[in-house]
């Protein structure tokens, strides 16, 4: 797919070069579902017909039905390193350390995990590896610093997250809030929509009491995880922080991959879709993003080169 897009890019510079109007699509819309019954427990056996998928209010027939343990998982672990954390931190990264142990032994071998920290900064620690002993090395040396840039650390890691096949999450190890980033929220939530990711925020905050938290970031953060499909966990330290991760790894193991071309869809001056999943079977509870970037109203009349970019490959 990425060498598609690059000699779609080349044919379009030439093309421009010579004064040509061209239109390019690429419509496929990926989604990708969780499903749980009254109980709350995770349903993997369904089957194409028990899914119903609307773009825009409007029906779609299901092109592509998968269940998603054969696909291989693209992983941003984001590490909040900032001075809030430091007393935390060691905690913290002993629980990100089993995560991955369990993760790439019960997974796809094509399974693959990139660290990234972020304070006042963003650091990519180690690129897209299958190998945990880099990334424990590089935890075990984090040390927390000042600032909190959460949003752009959202945004950088979803522009190396979009050119990645099969599925993409970011799992954010934080205490909620930004302080220093330079994009703001929706620059990162859009970000993460453009690069199909799934966001789990693991909002670790011991403190109970509302005047001891970011409940405006943690409440951010919630809207990311809704907004992509994810959702948040907000554990303690110790066994309950081990626990939100190994609920992580069973929703991941337990996904589906449903994927559409979009017909008779009707166009706002909004780019963004939304996007519906419900179930035919009573009682089942569905999770899926909300929508995703295509073609808008005003398209149909600009001239020139257009490009709608939906939500990855298949």
């Known amino acids: 797919m990425l060498q598609w897009l ?171 809030g930004d302080t220093t980033s330079a994009k703001d929220f929706h620059a990162a939530l859009n970000a993460a929509q453009l690069a199909d990711t799934v966001i789990y925020p693991v909002l670790v905050v011991p403190i109970a009491n509302d005047a001891g938290r970011n409940t405006g970031g943690e409440h951010a953060l919630i809207s990311m995880a809704e907004g992509t499909g994810g959702r948040v966990f907000e554990p303690t330290l110790g066994d309950a922080l081990d626990q939100a991760f190994s609920e992580i790894i069973k929703e991941l193991r337990t996904q589906y991959l449903l994927a559409y071309y979009p017909k008779d869809v009707p166009l706002t001056k909004d780019r963004f879709h939304r996007l519906q999943v419900r179930m035919r079977r009573p009682g089942l509870r569905v999770t899926s993003r909300n929508g995703y970037y295509g073609e808008a109203e005003d398209d149909r009349s600009r001239p020139g080169t257009r490009m709608t970019l939906p939500s990855g490959n298949p």
Request: no cysteine.
């Open 6 to 176: 690059k000699a779609a890019s080349a044919g379009l510079v030439f093309a421009a070069a010579l004064g040509a109007q061209i239109r390019v699509q690429v419509n496929l819309v990926r989604v990708v579902a969780t499903v749980k019954d009254p109980a709350g427990k995770l349903v993997g056996s369904l089957n194409k017909e028990d899914f119903e998928l609307l773009d825009n209010g409007v029906p779609q027939q299901i092109a592509v039905f998968e269940r998603e343990t054969a696909q291989p998982l693209s992983v941003a672990m984001m590490v909040d390193a900032s001075g809030s954390t430091a007393k935390d931190l060691k905690y913290e990264t002993d629980s990100v350390v089993r995560f991955l142990k369990a993760l790439f032994s019960s997974g796809n071998p094509r399974d693959a995990v990139a660290l990234y920290s972020f304070n006042y900064q963003v650091t990519l620690h180690n690129y897209f590896t299958h190998n945990h002993v880099p990334l424990e090395h590089s935890l075990r040396m984090l040390q927390g610093d000042a600032g909190t840039s959460l949003y752009d650390a959202i945004y950088l890691a979803a522009g190396e997250l979009e050119s990645r096949d099969g599925r993409k999450v970011m799992i954010i190890v934080t205490d909620g």
